[in-house]
């Protein structure tokens, strides 16, 4: 199961994780079974993951302005692998998946279209808290 290290020690973490990627690269991704991740994910070694609470700035700050993106949203408890929650800029924890996401732990698929303001809309009925 999933954990989060916080000031009460480690929790377990139902909540679903949510991956941005470019539509054409999830197609590929459900086609072999799994997503091995971004060229960003690929350098880093790891894919990234948000939060609800983080989507809107993971957009702003990493996807502002592209196009024909999806929002995967994913079980965490369907997950073979342990999915990290390790610090990243301002100390905020975000979820990290060191191995590929294998396509049956997304629960659903959502396209993120930008706006005449630049900005993604999120799916309809996604409160981002």
Known sequence: RNRVVGKQGWAIMDEPIYKICARGAWENACRAGYFTGSP??????FIHFSTAEQLEGTLAKHFAGQVDLVLVQVDPRALAMEVRWEASTGGKL???????LPTAAAVRISPLPLGADGRHSLPEGFDAC
């Open 40 to 45: 960003d994910d690929l350098r880093d070694g």
């Open 94 to 100: 975000y979820p990290h998946l060191y191995g590929p």
